[in-house]
């Protein structure tokens, strides 16, 4: 069925497109957008049209967005996976995006049979072959706080990329069983000295809520890969070298240029 997907996916590009003055606003609020080859920057848009083509964009509680904001998200969305492909994705539809931070209620059972819940108030959400959630208020500071690296939209949809593999646990899909193995020893190196330098109260560049596991560490750090490549080379650079190999890119090359 490759081919009809394939056609699908042509046919899209032939009849849409994101014209000039939208792509120079959305640069102009999301600062990580800079340096792309012209080339780069053709694909980003294109992958950004098949992205709203294929995924429902699904606002909640009373918010409405406009065609900026929708092209924003998916921008950001794609930016990861400009050298991987809109396959990355595949698999589920719905980006719900809550007026502000939201509250789940989670339940526990431990150890001695006693049920535990409580409620969480996050910013953000993914679920395997679930919809990404996203907060609008978190998502709008987003493009504004690049020096300091978050982006809620880039950390859900780097928890799918990591999904893609099964459960999320900060390996994505691999090439080889090799580089599987590589990739697990270097990241569980520079998340254990992250989490020794959390738990010794040390001021560090990526949120410490980084440490709560791995796949947070590579969401977290992802988001830092995109918005604040030259920290998180200097910090980690084991780990900037193992995401330029992962997904392709060289930011802290591109906005350097
Ligand atoms: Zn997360």
Same mark, same amino acid.
Request: with cysteine; hydrophobic share 45%.
């Given at each position: 069925?490759?081919?009809?997907?394939?056609?699908?996916?042509?046919?899209?590009?032939?009849?849409?497109?994101?014209?000039?003055?939208?792509?120079?606003?959305?640069? *102009?609020?999301?600062?990580?957008?800079?340096?792309?080859?012209?080339?780069?920057?053709?694909?980003?848009?294109?992958?950004?049209?098949?992205?709203?083509?294929? !995924?429902?964009?699904?606002?909640?509680?009373?918010?409405?967005?406009?065609?900026?904001?929708?092209?924003?998200?998916?921008?950001?969305?794609?930016?990861?996976?400009?050298?991987?492909?809109?396959?990355?994705?595949?698999?589920?539809?719905?980006?719900?995006?809550?007026?502000?931070?939201?509250?789940?209620?989670?339940?526990?059972?431990?150890?001695?049979? =006693?049920?535990?819940?409580?409620?969480?108030?996050?910013?953000?959400?993914?679920?395997?072959?679930?919809?990404?959630?996203?907060?609008?208020?978190?998502?709008?500071?987003?493009?504004? =706080?690049?020096?300091?690296?978050?982006?809620?939209?880039?950390?859900?949809?780097?928890?799918?990329?990591?999904?893609?593999?099964?459960?999320?646990?900060?390996?994505?899909?691999?090439?080889? *069983?090799?580089?599987?193995?590589?990739?697990?020893?270097?990241?569980?190196?520079?998340?254990?000295?992250?989490?020794?330098? =959390?738990?010794?109260?040390?001021?560090?560049?990526?949120?410490?809520?980084?440490?709560?596991?791995?796949?947070?560490?590579?969401?977290?750090?992802?988001?830092?890969?995109?918005?604040?490549?030259?920290?998180?080379? *200097?910090?980690?650079? !084991?780990?900037?070298?193992?995401?330029?190999?992962?997904?392709?890119?060289?930011?802290?090359?591109?906005?350097?240029?």
């Amino acid at each position: 069925m490759g081919w009809l997907l394939d056609w699908k996916r042509k046919r899209v590009l032939a009849r849409h497109s994101i014209d000039d003055a939208l792509w120079r606003r959305a640069q *102009r609020h999301l600062p990580f957008l800079a340096g792309l080859s012209a080339d780069e920057e053709r694909r980003l848009k294109e992958l950004a049209v098949l992205f709203l083509a294929e !995924k429902d964009l699904a606002p909640v509680g009373g918010l409405v967005l406009s065609d900026d904001d929708r092209v924003e998200i998916a921008l950001q969305a794609c930016l990861p996976i400009l050298e991987l492909g809109i396959e990355w994705y595949d698999g589920w539809v719905g980006v719900v995006i809550h007026p502000s931070d939201f509250k789940v209620t989670r339940a526990e059972t431990d150890e001695d049979g =006693v049920r535990h819940e409580w409620n969480d108030e996050l910013a953000g959400e993914s679920w395997p072959g679930g919809p990404v959630v996203l907060s609008w208020e978190a998502l709008d500071d987003s493009g504004s =706080v690049a020096e300091g690296g978050a982006n809620v939209v880039i950390h859900e949809f780097a928890h799918k990329l990591d999904m893609m593999s099964g459960e999320a646990d900060g390996v994505p899909p691999m090439p080889s *069983r090799a580089a599987r193995e590589r990739w697990i020893e270097v990241f569980d190196m520079e998340f254990d000295r992250f989490c020794g330098e =959390v738990d010794a109260g040390k001021e560090t560049f990526l949120d410490p809520y980084a440490a709560e596991h791995e796949a947070e560490f590579f969401a977290v750090a992802s988001e830092a890969f995109f918005e604040s490549p030259n920290a998180l080379m *200097r910090d980690f650079p !084991k780990l900037y070298e193992l995401f330029r190999g992962f997904y392709r890119q060289d930011p802290a090359q591109r906005l350097a240029a």
